[in-house]
């Protein structure tokens, strides 16, 4: 009985979980993201290691111009402050549907992906997070 009651509930929890497949998103991975080798998914990294990120979107991007800007933040500060600002790149995009590069990041701490569309750059479309430790 208690078996059928934690599948019952495994499948309640997925079917009304809310998840949005048709939401953009980003993939972070230590290999290059290709069709024929797949991609290693991490969130944790070491020091000069390279970063992989994709940036997704199933319905299509509104503009062929993204914003990607990159923030740091220390991991002993607290929640408002430790924050540094690193990187902001625009991007063309050749597909409207995704965009990938990578970083090598060189200092410890939690690292903050974000992504915006060029017609609106007060919210972002996507925000990732990776930690790099030593």
Request: glycine share 6%; proline share 2%; aromatic share 18%.
């Amino acid at each position: 009985m208690k078996k059928w009651f934690v599948l019952l509930l495994l499948i309640c929890s997925t079917v009304l979980c809310g998840c949005d497949k048709e939401k953009a998103g980003i993939l972070f991975s230590s290999t290059p993201f290709s069709k024929e080798l797949g991609y290693k998914e991490q969130s944790v990294y070491k020091k000069g290691e390279k970063i992989y990120y994709l940036l997704y979107n199933p319905k299509d991007f509104k503009t062929r111009l993204l914003k990607v800007q990159v923030f740091r933040k220390d991991a002993n500060a607290d929640e408002f402050f430790g924050y540094e600002y690193l990187y902001n790149k625009t991007v063309e995009l050749k597909d409207r549907k995704f965009y990938t590069d990578y970083f090598i990041i060189n200092r410890t701490g939690y690292y903050i992906f974000q992504a915006f569309e060029f017609t609106n750059t007060i919210k972002p479309v996507i925000i990732g997070i990776v930690k790099v430790e030593d």
